[in-house]
């Protein structure tokens, strides 16, 4: 049989070893979803970049298509003989207000999607934040854990011995 003093070494190194282990799981595994928040924010950041050279696009495309109306009318015009004033003028008028309207449609809409791509990013890197400070606080309390059932081991190993002797 083995003597305790043996057998409470092995138990205080076992429990010390698997506190540690135990405090590397954490660790990793907080580090692991960390760096899955930080994805997240990288996505989002493209996605903003992406949604704002696609609005640049569709603003350049409304202001194509309303040079291509203001052409057809204006060539229609002229071909039946109307000068570029009176209702001609005022389809042109119209036909620019409503290309300005979709422009800021398209800008707001690039805006919004922008704060909430921003918003996304922020949160994304603010949760990264918290894994890594709550694998921290995880791995600290097991190391501290298997610590304290360390000292409990001995503890108990020394007094069981005082008792035997007394």
């Known amino acids: 049989m083995c003597h305790p003093a043996i057998l409470t070494a092995v138990s205080v190194a076992g429990t010390l070893a698997g506190g540690a282990v135990q405090a590397r799981g954490i660790r990793q595994q907080a580090d692991a979803e960390a760096q899955a928040e930080e994805r997240r924010a990288q996505l ?8 704002r050279t696609q609005a640049s696009f569709e603003r350049k495309r409304t ?3 309303l040079d291509r109306v203001l052409g057809n ?5 002229a071909e039946r003989g109307l000068s570029e004033t009176g209702s001609l003028t005022d389809i042109a008028d119209d036909n ?3 290309a300005a309207q979709d422009i800021e449609a398209i800008r707001y809409r690039a805006e919004g999607e922008g704060d909430t791509l921003d918003f996304e990013a922020r949160a994304a890197r603010e949760r ?10 995880g791995a600290t309390g097991a190391i501290l854990g298997s610590i304290t059932g360390a ?8 007094y069981s011995s005082v008792s035997k002797i007394g």
């Open 96 to 98: 620019a207000y409503e």
């Open 128 to 137: 990264a934040r918290s894994q890594r400070r709550a694998g921290r606080i």
């Open 151 to 158: 000292a409990t081991t001995l503890g108990n190993g020394f």
């Open 63 to 65: 202001l194509e298509r």
């Open 73 to 77: 009318n204006r060539a229609a015009g």
């Open 44 to 51: 989002a950041d493209r996605q903003k970049d992406v949604n």
